[in-house]
């Protein structure tokens, strides 16, 4: 992938040359690679190429772009080409000790999940599928509002790209005209009131595949179609939304989500909006009223105002 990363003919020969392999073996990998999703393109007499030059992530570039204080913050950073999800690999690094700053990042994502068992579409090379290990000390009830943080983190780092016009929806879905552009998913390792460890999933869409995205079921947007730029950096953008996540989860985990109030209710796309919220049993319609300070979802239904801190939330349509 390396190798063909420039968009250009590269002969069969010629890469077997370069890897120090047999053309059979290159045909294999070939063949391995269109299984994963790689849209590989053949011209007899020239070669294999991608349908455009494509920038692979690289631990080497996002280290160099972020601020001094994120690197000093940082515990490594894993780049893997295929893995079920980022979510799962920290899950199993937590514990095995790993310590809080510990980042991976892959290419593609086999099993990636969002919210509710959903799947996360994740296509080789054109989106970006990262998480983050952060310990913390106050067990995991300490934890209420850490997605809703992550997300203005996210709104913070998404400004660097011109994005402007996002907006947070509760609990962890960022939307540009109610098209979905990434999202976070929050998973807690250990105890609910001792040490423990949290794993921050996020996922952006860049260049987002048209074919890949046949099985989304919801309205979604990418930075490339935000932008009208084909080049985005995957590894500039993780370097930003690194740069903001570790000082607000920091920030976070010292002060609980007070400092982050007023930021969320600026860029709440719910707020004063009718809503349905389906539970598992249930459907509650009413009034979002923002959030309080435990980072829960407060509606005004017929029968007064009532806190909910899971849900799946959505604008009602009236007539």
Same mark, same amino acid.
């Not at 970006?128 to 850490?146: D, I």
């Not at 570790?246 to 009718?274: H, S, T």
């Given at each position: 992938m390396q190798l063909l990363s420039d968009g250009e003919y590269h002969s069969g020969e010629a890469l077997g040359q370069a890897l120090g392999v047999s053309r059979m073996a290159v045909c294999k990998q070939v063949k391995a690679l269109r299984q994963a999703g790689v849209d590989l393109q053949t011209l007899h007499g020239k070669g294999y190429r991608l349908p455009a030059a494509v920038e692979l992530l690289d631990r080497e570039l996002i280290h160099r772009a972020t601020a001094p204080a994120t690197?000093?913050?940082?515990?490594?950073?894993?780049?893997?080409?295929?893995?079920?999800?980022?979510?799962?690999?920290?899950?199993?690094?937590?514990?095995?000790?790993?310590?809080?700053?510990?980042?991976?990042?892959?290419?593609?994502?086999?099993?990636?999940?969002?919210?509710?068992?959903?799947?996360?579409?994740s296509p080789f090379a054109a989106n970006l599928y990262f998480s983050l290990l952060w310990r913390v000390s106050g067990g995991a009830m300490a934890l209420g509002? $850490?997605?809703?943080?992550?997300?203005?983190?996210? +709104?913070? *780092? %998404?400004?660097? /790209?011109?994005? &402007?016009?996002?907006?947070?929806?509760?609990?962890?879905?960022?939307?540009?005209?109610?098209?979905?552009?990434?999202?976070?998913?929050?998973?807690v390792v250990g105890e609910s009131t001792g040490p423990c460890a949290v794993v921050i999933g996020i996922g952006v869409n860049v260049r987002m595949p048209?074919?890949?995205?046949?099985g989304i079921d919801q309205p979604w947007t990418d930075l490339s179609t935000l932008t009208g730029q084909q080049d985005v950096s995957?590894?500039?953008?993780?370097?930003?939304?690194?740069?903001? $996540?570790?000082?607000?989860?920091?920030?976070?985990? +010292?002060? *609980? %989500?007070?400092? /982050?109030?007023? &930021?969320?209710?600026?860029?709440?796309?719910?707020?004063?909006r009718p809503v349905d919220l389906q539970l598992p049993n249930e459907v509650i319609r009413g009034t979002a009223c923002g959030i309080d300070a435990g980072g829960a979802l407060l509606v005004e239904t017929a029968t007064g105002r009532?806190?909910?801190?899971?849900?799946?939330?959505?604008?009602?349509?009236?007539?």
């Amino acid at each position: 992938m390396q190798l063909l990363s420039d968009g250009e003919y590269h002969s069969g020969e010629a890469l077997g040359q370069a890897l120090g392999v047999s053309r059979m073996a290159v045909c294999k990998q070939v063949k391995a690679l269109r299984q994963a999703g790689v849209d590989l393109q053949t011209l007899h007499g020239k070669g294999y190429r991608l349908p455009a030059a494509v920038e692979l992530l690289d631990r080497e570039l996002i280290h160099r772009a972020t601020a001094p204080a994120t690197r000093a913050g940082l515990d490594s950073i894993d780049i893997l080409l295929d893995i079920d999800s980022t979510n799962n690999h920290l899950r199993a690094r937590a514990l095995q000790g790993a310590p809080s700053g510990s980042v991976c990042l892959a290419e593609q994502q086999r099993g990636g999940r969002g919210r509710r068992g959903r799947a996360w579409v994740s296509p080789f090379a054109a989106n970006l599928y990262f998480s983050l290990l952060w310990r913390v000390s106050g067990g995991a009830m300490a934890l209420g509002g $850490l997605s809703l943080v992550t997300g203005i983190a996210m +709104m913070r *780092g %998404l400004r660097c /790209f011109g994005i &402007e016009a996002a907006g947070l929806k509760w609990p962890n879905d960022i939307l540009v005209n109610n098209a979905k552009l990434a999202g976070i998913l929050i998973d807690v390792v250990g105890e609910s009131t001792g040490p423990c460890a949290v794993v921050i999933g996020i996922g952006v869409n860049v260049r987002m595949p048209h074919a890949a995205a046949a099985g989304i079921d919801q309205p979604w947007t990418d930075l490339s179609t935000l932008t009208g730029q084909q080049d985005v950096s995957r590894n500039r953008l993780a370097a930003c939304l690194l740069d903001q $996540l570790l000082p607000a989860v920091a920030e976070f985990e +010292m002060q *609980g %989500l007070q400092p /982050f109030m007023q &930021e969320w209710q600026r860029y709440d796309m719910m707020q004063g909006r009718p809503v349905d919220l389906q539970l598992p049993n249930e459907v509650i319609r009413g009034t979002a009223c923002g959030i309080d300070a435990g980072g829960a979802l407060l509606v005004e239904t017929a029968t007064g105002r009532r806190r909910f801190t899971s849900g799946e939330v959505s604008v009602r349509v009236t007539s």
